[in-house]
Nanobody, 129 residues
Framework: QVQLVESGGGLVQAGGSLRLSCAAS?????????MGWFRQAPGKEREFVGE????????NYADSAKGRCTISRDNAKNTVYLQLNSLKPEDTAVYYC?????????????????????WGQGTQVTVSS
C-alpha cells in the first residue's frame, strides 16, 4: 500500500506554468508502481492526463496533454512530478496522483481510473484568463 500526497497547485494566469509534486509513502519503493496523473474539472469525470513507467524511461500522455505536460519521477525520493506549461483556463481542475500496484504498462492506450488502486487527495489548479 502507498499513501500519496500532492502539492504545488495554485492560481496561475493563462500561459503560465506549474509544477505539481506527488510524495509517496510506502514500505518499499515507488519503483514498483506505474504512476499516473489524472484531473477532474467541476461537473466532469476524472480524466487521464498521463503516466510514467516504473523506471521512468517511458511516458504516456493524453492527447490534451501532449506538448504541454511532462511527467517525471525520482524513485530515490519517492516523488513523481507533473510539469504543466502553457496553461489554459480549461486546464482548471483538481489534479490527482495515482499508483498502479500491478506496475502495468499499456501505452499508448489511455488509462482509466479503475486501473489505479491508490490515490492522493488532489491539488487544485486554477487558470485565470
Amino acid at each position: 500500500q502507498v499513501q500519496l500526497v500532492e502539492s504545488g497547485g495554485g492560481l496561475v494566469q493563462a500561459g503560465g506554468s506549474l509544477r505539481l509534486s506527488c510524495a509517496a509513502s510506502t514500505r518499499t519503493s515507488i519503483s514498483i508502481y506505474t504512476m499516473g496523473w489524472f484531473r477532474q474539472a467541476p461537473g466532469k469525470e476524472r480524466e487521464f492526463v498521463g503516466e510514467i513507467s516504473r523506471s521512468g524511461s517511458n511516458m504516456n500522455y493524453a492527447d490534451s496533454a501532449k506538448g504541454r505536460c511532462t511527467i517525471s519521477r525520482d524513485n530515490a525520493k519517492n516523488t513523481v512530478y507533473l510539469q504543466l506549461n502553457s496553461l489554459k483556463p480549461e486546464d482548471t481542475a483538481v489534479y490527482y496522483c495515482a499508483a498502479d500496484s500491478r506496475g502495468l504498462w499499456q501505452a499508448p492506450a489511455p488509462r482509466t481510473v479503475y486501473e489505479y488502486d491508490s490515490w492522493g487527495q488532489g491539488t487544485q489548479v486554477t487558470v485565470s484568463s
